[in-house]
C-alpha cells in the first residue's frame, strides 16, 4: 500500500468512527483500533497511540460546548481526574510488559461491553439524592437545568467511585481509548450523579486521562505520526460533524446498527488475539 | 468569577488549541504527502522511531527544520499539551475563588500530569 492510499483510508475510517463515536456516545477509538488493526493490519501499538491522541483532541475540542450547557462538574472530574491519570499511568506501564496478544483480547473484552450498552436501553434513575458526609465534605454536589428550573442533586459513594475511576483509568492508557462508558458507570451508577451531569463530566475528564498516559506511548513510539496525522484529523472532523446533527438524529436505530458492528469487531479481537494474529 | 464562566473561558481557549494543532498536523500532513506520497507502508512490524518522533527537544527540532513526520509530531505534540493546560487553568481559577481544597486537588493532578509527561519523554 503507498502512503497516499494509507493515508486517504485512514482518514475515511476515523471520519466514519468520530461520526458514529459521538452520535452514540461510545467514542471514536473503540471502532478505529480494531480497524485499523484487523483491516489494515497495523501493529496494535500504533493503533492505540493514534486512537489516544484522537480522544484527546475530541475531547478538548468539544469542551467549551458541553460547560455552555451548564451540565459539567468540574469539582467531581477533577477529584476523579486523580484516580484516572495515576490509573492511566498504570495501565501504559502495564501495556510495555503484556503481549500485544493480550492486549487485544482485552480490548475486545471492553468491546463487548460497549455492544452491550449499545443494546440496552437508557434509564434515567431520577438520582436526585442528598449527599452523603464525604460527599458533602468534598462539596461535590451541584446543579443543572432541568424542565423545571435549576435541580440540584447530591453525590454519594465517593471511594467506590474512585476505585472504579482507577480502573477506568488504567483501561484507557493499556488500550488507547476513552473509556467513557465506565466513567459513566462510575459516576451514574455507582455516586448517583444524574445522568447527564456524568456524561458531560466524564467528557472533559477523558482528555485528562488520556494525556497521562500520552507522554509514555510517546516516548516508545506508540505515536506514530504517519498513523496518528489522519486518525486525529479524521475523528476530529467526524466528531465535530457527529456533535453538529446530533439533535436531528435517530440515536436509538444507530446505536443499534453500532451495537452490531462493535459486537462483531469484538469477536474478531478475541478471536485474533487468541490466535496470535494480532 | 465563577465556576461557570471560567469553564467557558477555558473550554474556548482548549479549543482554540486544538484547532492549532490540527492545523499543524494538517500542513506536516500536506508536506508528508507531497514527498512520500508514493512510498510503500507497512505497520505490520512495530519499530518505534528515532529522537525526531519521541523526545520534546528532537520534535521541536526537526519540526523546525520543517521535516514533516515533526511537523505533525509537534501538533500532536500540542494536543496532547491541551488537557494539561485545561488542568493548570484550574489551579489558577480555584485558587482566585480561595477554595484551598480543590487548588490543591487540581495541583495534584497537574503533578501527575507532569510526571507522566517529563519523565516518559
Redesign the interface.
Known amino acids: 500500500?503507498?502512503?497516499?492510499d494509507?493515508?486517504l483510508v485512514v482518514l475515511a475510517v476515523s471520519a466514519l468512527a468520530g461520526f458514529l463515536g459521538a452520535l452514540t456516545g461510545l467514542g471514536g477509538g473503540v471502532v478505529v483500533v480494531p480497524a485499523l488493526t484487523l483491516a489494515?493490519?497495523?501493529?496494535i501499538?500504533?493503533a492505540i497511540g493514534a486512537s489516544l491522541?484522537s480522544v484527546?483532541?475530541t475531547?478538548?475540542?468539544a469542551?467549551?460546548?458541553?460547560?455552555?450547557e451548564?451540565y459539567?462538574n468540574?469539582?467531581i472530574g477533577?477529584?476523579l481526574?486523580?484516580a484516572t491519570?495515576?490509573g492511566?499511568?498504570a495501565g501504559?506501564i502495564i501495556a510495555a510488559h503484556v503481549t500485544t496478544h493480550a492486549i487485544a483480547i482485552v480490548f475486545g473484552l471492553v468491546l463487548l461491553q460497549a455492544a452491550y450498552q449499545s443494546f440496552s436501553s437508557k434509564h434515567d434513575a431520577g438520582s436526585i439524592v442528598k449527599s452523603d458526609t464525604l460527599g458533602r465534605k468534598?462539596?461535590l454536589g451541584g446543579n443543572y437545568p432541568a424542565e423545571n428550573g435549576l435541580q440540584d442533586y447530591g453525590v454519594r459513594n465517593v471511594p467506590t467511585g474512585f476505585g472504579l475511576m482507577f480502573g477506568a483509568g488504567a483501561l484507557s492508557g493499556l488500550l488507547g481509548i476513552g473509556s467513557g462508558a465506565v466513567k459513566v458507570i462510575a459516576m451514574d451508577r455507582a455516586m448517583r450523579i444524574p445522568f447527564k451531569v456524568s456524561t458531560t463530566t466524564s467528557n472533559?475528564m477523558i482528555?485528562?486521562t488520556?494525556?497521562?498516559?500520552?507522554?509514555?506511548y510517546?516516548?516508545?513510539?506508540?505515536?506514530?505520526?504517519?498513523?496518528?496525522?489522519?486518525v486525529?484529523?479524521g475523528v476530529?472532523g467526524g466528531a465535530l460533524l457527529g456533535t453538529r446533527v446530533l439533535a436531528r438524529a435517530r440515536v436509538r436505530t444507530l446505536r443499534l446498527v453500532f451495537g452490531v458492528v462493535v459486537l462483531a469487531l469484538a469477536m474478531e479481537m478475541i478471536v485474533n488475539g487468541i490466535l496470535g494474529k494480532v | 468569577m465563577n465556576d461557570q464562566r471560567l469553564e467557558i473561558i477555558i473550554g474556548n481557549l482548549l479549543r482554540a488549541g486544538v484547532l492549532l494543532a490540527a492545523v499543524i498536523v494538517f500542513a506536516g500532513g500536506v508536506l508528508y504527502m507531497a514527498h512520500d506520497h508514493a512510498h510503500h507502508v507497512d505497520y505490520h512490524a512495530f519499530m518505534p522511531g528515532g529522537d525526531s518522533t519521541r523526545t520534546l527537544p528532537g520534535i521541536v527540532n526537526s519540526a523546525f527544520q520543517l521535516n514533516s513526520e515533526g511537523l505533525m509530531q509537534l501538533g500532536l505534540v500540542l494536543l496532547i499539551a491541551t488537557p494539561v493546560a485545561r488542568v493548570a487553568f484550574a489551579v489558577v481559577g480555584f485558587a482566585l475563588e480561595r477554595d484551598r481544597m480543590y487548588t490543591v486537588v487540581s495541583l495534584i493532578v497537574l503533578a501527575i500530569l507532569a510526571y507522566s509527561l517529563l519523565h516518559a519523554t
Open positions: 500500500m503507498t502512503a497516499f494509507f493515508t489494515l493490519g497495523v501493529d501499538r500504533y491522541v484527546i483532541a475531547s478538548s475540542g469542551a467549551a460546548a458541553y460547560v455552555k451548564g459539567s468540574i469539582r477533577m477529584l481526574e486523580i491519570t495515576l492511566a499511568l501504559a468534598l462539596r472533559f482528555g485528562v488520556a494525556a497521562a498516559s500520552a507522554g509514555v510517546l516516548s516508545r513510539g506508540y505515536v506514530d505520526p504517519r498513523v496518528a496525522m489522519p486525529m484529523l476530529l
